[in-house]
């Protein structure tokens, strides 16, 4: 298994650029499956949940083309099948985007069921739920869902739960449903947007993106679309709690500050010296330790669970004492086992964990369990004293675009050890 390995120690300088979001670029991928014609998709991230999704579409027969810059060509008009198997479903739960696109537009969609994963049960209630009540017949049994429908209709949909990819299919479905759907208590972050102005370009008629109210009036056929995914606003926030670990001062490049705001503010308050352009950060830290800091997570535009444990990796070597409490996720604490093996002092209780920060971690063997709790143990790995080996590597390779090669770009002693 390849395994990350870092010697501790060193500030970070320089500047790098930020890659196409990830959670942008796969409901974009699904939402191509809506087309009566071929989409040009710009700016994906080289991920393996990108390489997941091309399986997945051609397993289908949809037609894929690849350039040497990771934009891509989805052709639908081809397909031969709405299947989602489980064997690629249970390496990627967002697999379940196809769902929507499938029945919305074929009238059948059989979709695995993806399984929990590390950071909670993570159900798929709000989906199916939805789809039913837009008049979709669909059976669940021996782990897939089963859904047939010759056409939508537009119905009044309320959320009990703000979900992004249970918006972002609902969305997709109501696209192409005979009449106007509403979606109230909607997902309202940037990637929710990001695919509704993508279905928009193709011809949709999406208002109230970015708003918690979704108005969706159903059209009879939507067109290809040429489209850049919007940056990775996680990618960039978790390469500045970098720096505010480290000390140093980098530039990112290809991003956009008001899609982290609530994280920005945090990395301030931590002591960080933050300044911004319309497609730039940069962040400046002395070489004291960060000031530790609350944080509750919240979905957008409170502050993202997809940063808790980076701001736990924080709160571990700053100083005084951090707190933070997710609220979205009921598991997504496996970090702090392997911080404390790094010598962090943090306890939990209940769903918050409580740190006082240690000027120094020591390096050590760790393990990662899912994307962002790997993406924290690099961070502590670049502060701690000696050698630190991530192992289970292939979370991050998920979520992060060549990890290794940015970070040792901006300085850090870090590379990527063979099988
Ligand atoms: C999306 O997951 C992201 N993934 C996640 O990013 C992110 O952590 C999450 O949103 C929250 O921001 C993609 O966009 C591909 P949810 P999603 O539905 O849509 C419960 C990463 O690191 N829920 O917003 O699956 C659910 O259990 C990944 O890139 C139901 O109960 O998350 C959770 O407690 C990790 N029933 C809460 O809602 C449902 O039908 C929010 O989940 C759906 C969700």
């Known amino acids: 298994m390849e395994r990350l390995i870092i010697q501790g120690g060193r500030p970070l300088e320089g500047e790098i650029r930020i890659s196409g979001a990830k959670n942008s670029a796969l409901p974009i991928l699904a939402a191509a499956l809506l087309a009566d014609g071929a989409s040009r998709i710009d700016r994906i991230p080289h991920l393996q949940d990108i390489t997941t999704t091309m399986e997945l579409l051609g397993q289908m027969g949809v037609g894929l083309t690849v350039d040497e810059h990771m934009n891509i060509e989805v052709d639908p008009r081809d397909i031969r099948e709405c299947y989602a198997p489980y064997e690629l479903v249970k390496t990627m739960r967002a697999s379940i985007l196809v769902l929507g696109p499938l029945l919305a537009r074929y ?104 708003t918690d109210t979704l ?49 920005l503010l945090k990395l301030e308050e931590a002591g960080a010296q933050v300044s911004t352009g319309e497609d730039w950060i940069e962040l400046g830290m002395s070489r004291e330790r960060p000031r530790a800091v609350k944080v509750w997570t919240a979905p957008y535009p409170g502050f993202p669970t997809d940063m808790q444990a980076q701001f736990c990796a924080l709160n571990a070597v700053a100083s005084g004492v951090g707190m933070v409490t997710e609220t979205v996720f009921e598991n997504r604490f496996m970090h702090i086992l392997e911080m404390q093996r790094m010598g962090a002092d943090v306890r939990l209780e209940g769903r918050t964990a409580i740190s006082t920060g240690v000027a120094q971690l020591t390096g050590a063997p760790v393990m990662a369990t899912d994307l962002r709790a790997s993406a924290s143990l690099v961070l502590a790995g670049l502060v701690a004293s000696g050698e630190t080996l991530v192992h289970r590597i292939y979370h991050i390779d998920r979520g992060y675009e060549c990890i290794e090669e940015k970070l040792a770009q901006l300085g850090a002693n870090i590379r990527r050890l063979p099988r």
């Open 215 to 263: 108005v969706i009036e159903g059209v009879e056929k939507l067109n290809g679309v040429q489209y850049n995914v919007l940056p990775d606003r996680i990618e960039t926030g978790t390469y500045l709690v970098a720096v505010a670990m480290a000390g140093g001062r980098v530039k990112l490049k290809d991003t956009r500050p008001e899609l982290l705001e609530a994280v």
């Open 107 to 210: 009238g059948q969609a059989d979709v695995s069921l993806p399984g929990g994963c590390a950071i909670g049960i993570r159900p798929v209630n709000l989906h199916v739920d939805g789809l039913r009540q837009m008049g979709a017949n669909i059976e669940v049994e021996n782990g897939y869902i089963r859904a047939r429908c010759k056409r939508l209709r537009g119905a009044r949909l309320v959320m009990d739960l703000v979900s992004v990819t249970g918006t972002e299919n609902l969305m997709m479905a109501a696209t192409l449903a005979k009449g106007t759907t509403v979606i109230e208590n909607a997902a309202r972050e940037p990637e929710v947007v990001d695919l509704a102005d993508c279905l928009n370009r193709m011809g949709a008629r999406v208002s109230g993106a970015g």
